[in-house]
């Protein structure tokens, strides 16, 4: 809270005062009320004992005991007094004296009782003794009373009220802001953006309207304060408030443009502004103060970040498409066993590079190679260990290769390299040194060869097809010349393995034992020599497509295999653990809830143990199904926001689930999915005949709460399941967050009071009544549930409407709010009054009802009601969930007669291009617009313009949550049809209800009043 100028002056000037105060105490200056109190009583004992001593020497006794009687009675200060004898026996006393008289231990007098020796002829006669009031009474008022400090208190409240008055009418009269020309300040107040004129030390003289407005303060109010002094955010050290623009133009600096700061403000977010600060110069061209605006841009900025937010799921989208094309990309080109390059992109690119180097006049090299008696491999160790071999092939090849080259897999067992920039030596010692590295590698488990052919653009091929085709006759020689070589096209022995090749053809003419092979091979060397053999090369290019077809083919089912359980068909843990980092990717960008379930059945192993494997495979398929269609079913995915995706169902071990719910806005859905998973296993499972029951146990873990990487989420879930099981037995859930299990508990108790309130018939009606605008009188009432809680007593609805809904309670109590409230119309016609109906509120939950129109109208024909007695409510949010369906709907129950108005309108979407599509009636302004239309121009003229808005579509306007009567000027100045708040009445029972359409609403508005009197 900021002090006035006033005030703070009035402050220190009583400081001021009360040190000088303090001061003259303190050197003696201050008169000292005890000292006077002790110097008075010790002149009396003085004085007594002169008076007594002279009537001792006469023998006057009864002077002496007269003397004590008069003094006791007329001085209030002495309670006693009273003449002892050297002996101590009382001579006279008076008053009380033995009740008062408590002498000190060592004799002496004190302050209260003092001792007063009376001499005859130098001899001790007796001794007076007089008992005196107490300094100090027992009481801290009269303590106070009598001290020092309140003197001081009775200054510094006196001496405060005299200073503040004082100042405040100098202050007055020496008014800074009288500076200012009446029409200069009336100039600015017509401008939208805040201005204040600041002077030398930066002391408001000036604040237009609209500053003021801002700061939520009057212009008279702000003048005094310093600039600084406004609550600018970040600008509380004396260092930083240098930096501010009027103070940098006070040091000296010429204007300041474009300066943003931020505002504090106490009901609402921090407001921001962009400044631009003058100086204001006199005559001689001095600054005799700063001419400060105040732009305001808090809804700019936070129309901007609104903004940034779409751009960003806009880019979000965007990137996810590049990455999904980029992965597109990859599989179409590569080989899904070995990551190579496939034969169709080998090819591509083998075009653009053979180009580039006839373009470039550069060398290159193609290297065909193969391995060794693969088909032997399979046949012997299977082909899941001739896939390792592959694999352990091509790693060996990239490792040996450059980035740049290409290196791809030909089909089957058959591989291509392409070394741009490389001879047909050099690519020879690089084919040697892989072959080496091939037969040295056992890491497959099985030792292999490699042969390898080799060509290069020095045999002046004329395309990438026939430098193929050469390297690939090179590596025919290699394997047939022995196999584990390395053989280039233009080596001698490519000619002479051909020559030799052709004779034995020619001798094997008449010799009717060559074999099959001897004859292929000798027809092979004959095509590398004559180039017949465009036939057999087109049969083995189709073979080999056959081939690489199947193996594609085959690779894309070992990856699915890897990816997918067999058994069941659900992601394995591997692709579970990569969907819930997609998932935790989005939770952050989006601020959402991530949430990881962990669920065991036991059942498994036991029926494993008994009825077999094969029983307890076809268990686990069965188990995972019903898992399944639970989490797939209209109610559960109902729970959910309509911006989450489906939940995804995971085969962690052997008998354990994991299950992924993304993009979740509130906790409080994941209770009851939980609950309708283990409620599905409450039902037996049928496998050979055999009945069969489950005990499940779930632990669950959220984002960001208990982890912020799938291996955390995914342990911290099966710590909590495995906590649920030890602690709570079978077929129980647990958070991993103690907190969030406690609200869940809750939840879940609330829940089942509320079966057992629907069976007891706990819920009762209360009644708001809306109020005819034009009339002041009551045309309809809106119906609210309350639940009479026999052991809490009465709950609101915000307590138990949300877990009704969750539950799948709400049809069932929405039903008893539709039936009772019609019930009650009914019975209001009947005693007469005719001008009444009822609203009823309608959840999200209840519009997804199969035939809910026709199940209004036979509740209203049940009753006998015409449907204009009933107004359907329903929010913005409910009926956007399924914006088709709702218009269906909607369009049903107008169509019916009933009426229907929107609630809450305003907090939700709130867009006339959804609005103009649903068929409605009324529009209730939501009690947030109207609170503050008195003083709030932005809110008056949000309702001004919402209320133009619906007239102009026909609908009529209800207004929410009016509690002051100058809300209900304003709202009838801007044609508002109803009025509903607690001014005309808050929510009562049906009998009050009853009284107040009889009695009807008399509130003592004005308007009503001149309006009936004109």
């Not at 008994?610 to 995972?624: M, N, P, Q, V, Y």
């Not at 799938?710 to 103690?738: C, D, I, R, T, W």
């Not at 009650?824 to 209840?846: E, H, K, P, Y």
């Not at 129950?893 to 009324?922: Q, W």
Request: net charge negative; with cysteine.
């Amino acid at each position: 809270m900021r002090l006035s100028p006033a005030v703070r002056i009035s402050i220190g000037l009583v400081a001021l005062t009360l040190s000088l105060l303090l001061l003259g105490q303190l050197i003696g200056l201050a008169p000292d009320r005890t000292r006077a109190i002790l110097d008075s009583r010790k002149i009396l004992s003085e004085a007594l004992a002169v008076q007594f001593s002279v009537a001792a020497q006469r023998g006057d006794l009864p002077l002496i005991k007269e003397t004590l009687r008069s003094i006791v009675e007329r001085d209030n200060d002495i309670k006693s007094a009273a003449i002892r004898n050297a002996e101590g026996d009382l001579l006279a006393e008076a008053g009380n004296h033995l009740a008062y008289w408590q002498p000190s231990p060592d004799g002496r007098s004190t302050t209260t009782n003092v001792q007063i020796p009376i001499f005859n002829d130098q001899k001790r006669w007796a001794t007076v003794e007089v008992s005196f009031s107490p300094l100090w009474k027992n009481t801290i008022a009269h303590g106070f009373k009598n001290s020092y400090l309140s003197l001081i208190l009775f200054v510094a409240c006196t001496g405060f009220a005299g200073y503040f008055l004082l100042i405040k009418r100098t202050l007055r009269e020496l008014d800074p802001s009288a500076v200012i020309p009446g029409r200069v300040r009336a100039a600015f107040d017509v401008l939208k953006e805040g201005v204040l004129i600041l002077d030398e030390k930066e002391q408001i003289v000036l604040a237009n309207a609209s500053f003021a407005e801002i700061v939520g303060r009057s212009p008279s109010q702000l003048i005094g304060f310093k600039g600084s002094e406004l609550g600018w955010q970040g600008c509380k050290s004396p260092h930083i408030r240098k930096q501010l623009p009027w103070m940098r133009v006070l040091q000296g600096e010429k204007s300041i443009t474009g300066a943003r700061l931020l505002m504090e403000r106490h009901t609402e977010a921090a407001a921001a502004f962009i400044v631009n600060a003058a100086p204001i110069l006199d005559g001689k061209g001095a600054a005799r103060g700063v001419l400060v605006t105040f732009d305001d841009i808090t809804e700019l900025e936070k129309k901007n970040l609104e903004l940034n937010q779409v751009v960003n799921k806009l880019q979000l989208t965007t990137e996810e498409v590049q990455t999904k094309n980029l992965e597109l990309a990859f599989l179409a080109s590569h080989d899904p066993l070995t990551l190579l390059l496939n034969r169709r992109a080998l090819h591509r690119e083998f075009d653009l590079v053979f180009t580039q180097a006839q373009q470039d006049n550069n060398e290159l090299s193609c290297i065909m190679c193969d391995i060794d008696h693969f088909k032997s491999v399979n046949d012997r160790y299977g082909h899941a260990t001739g896939d390792k071999v592959i694999k352990m092939i091509a790693g060996l090849l990239q490792k040996n290769c450059r980035e740049d080259d290409l290196v791809g897999r030909y089909g089957g067992e058959e591989f291509c390299i392409v070394l741009p920039g490389i001879d047909l030596r050099r690519a020879a010692d690089i084919s040697n040194r892989i072959r080496q590295a091939v037969k040295t590698d056992s890491s497959s488990g099985v030792q292999v060869t490699m042969s390898f052919g080799v060509s290069s653009l020095q045999s002046n091929a004329p395309d990438p097809g026939e430098l193929t085709n050469q390297a690939d006759k090179a590596l025919y020689i290699a394997k047939e010349s022995g196999r584990n070589r390395v053989v280039c096209w233009e080596d001698d022995e490519v000619a002479d393995f051909a020559s030799e090749n052709i004779k034995g053809k020619v001798a094997s003419k008449t010799s009717e034992e060559a074999t099959e092979q001897e004859n292929l091979s000798l027809q092979s060397a004959r095509e590398f020599s004559t180039g017949e053999s465009k036939d057999e090369v087109n049969r083995l290019t189709v073979r080999l497509q056959e081939l690489e077809v199947l193996a594609e083919k085959r690779s894309q089912q070992l990856k699915h295999y890897t990816a997918y359980d067999v058994l069941t068909g659900l992601p394995t843990r591997t692709l579970f653990y990569d969907r819930v980092l997609q998932a935790l990717t989005r939770g952050r960008r989006y601020e959402s809830i991530v949430a990881v379930l962990s669920l065991s059945v036991d059942a498994v192993q036991r029926v494993n143990e008994t009825l077999g494997h094969s029983a307890g495979d076809r268990l686990f398929k069965e188990i995972s199904k019903r898992l399944t269609e639970t989490l797939r079913g209209m109610d559960t995915v109902a729970m959910l926001p309509s911006s989450s995706l489906t939940p995804t169902v995971s085969r962690l071990g052997q008998d354990e689930f994991g299950i992924l719910l993304t993009d979740l806005e509130e906790v409080d859905a994941i209770t009851w999915i939980a609950k309708r998973i283990l409620n599905a296993f409450e039902n037996a499972l049928y496998i050979d005949g055999n009945e069969i029951y489950t005990a499940t146990n779930m632990g669950i873990s959220i984002y960001p709460n208990d982890g912020e990487s799938p291996e955390e989420l995914v342990k911290n879930a099966a710590a909590a399941k495995s906590h649920a099981q030890k602690k709570l037995g079978n077929n129980h859930y647990y958070f991993y967050s103690e907190s969030i299990h406690k609200v869940s508990i809750k939840h879940l108790q609330i829940e089942s009071k509320l079966h057992t309130a629907i069976q007891n018939d706990e819920f009762l009606l209360h009644y708001q009544p809306k109020i005819d605008a034009r009339t002041g009188t009551i045309n309809g009432v809106e119906a609210l549930i309350r639940w009479q809680d026999p052991e809490t007593g009465l709950v609101p609805p915000y307590e138990f409407i949300a877990v009704a809904e969750y539950s799948g309670l709400i049809n069932t109590i929405g039903d008893w709010v539709l039936v009772t409230a019609c019930r009650q119309v009914r019975s209001w016609l009947d005693m007469g009054i005719t001008d009444c109906s009822v609203a009823v509120n309608f959840s999200a939950r209840q519009f997804r009802q199969q035939n809910l129109a026709s199940h209004i109208k036979e509740i209203l024909d049940k009753n006998q009601l015409d449907p204009k007695h009933l107004v359907v409510e329903v929010t913005e949010t409910a009926m956007m969930e399924n914006m088709h369906n709702s218009i269906e709907i909607l369009r049903e129950i107008r169509e019916s007669g009933v009426s229907v108005a929107l609630d809450d309108f305003g907090t939700g979407y709130s867009s006339l291009g959804y609005l103009k599509n649903f068929p409605l009636t009324h529009i209730k302004i939501d009690r947030s617009f109207v609170a503050d239309i008195e003083t709030n121009t932005r809110d008056a003229t949000l309702v001004q313009s919402i209320i133009s808005m619906a007239h102009g579509m026909g609908l009529k306007v209800t207004a929410e949550g009016v509690e002051e009567e100058a809300q209900v000027n304003l709202l009838l100045q801007y044609g508002c049809d109803e009025m509903q708040g607690f001014l005309f009445s808050k929510p009562v029972i049906e009998n009050e209800a009853t009284q107040l359409f009889h009695a009807g609403i008399r509130p003592q508005i004005s308007s009503w009043k001149k309006n009936k009197a004109a």
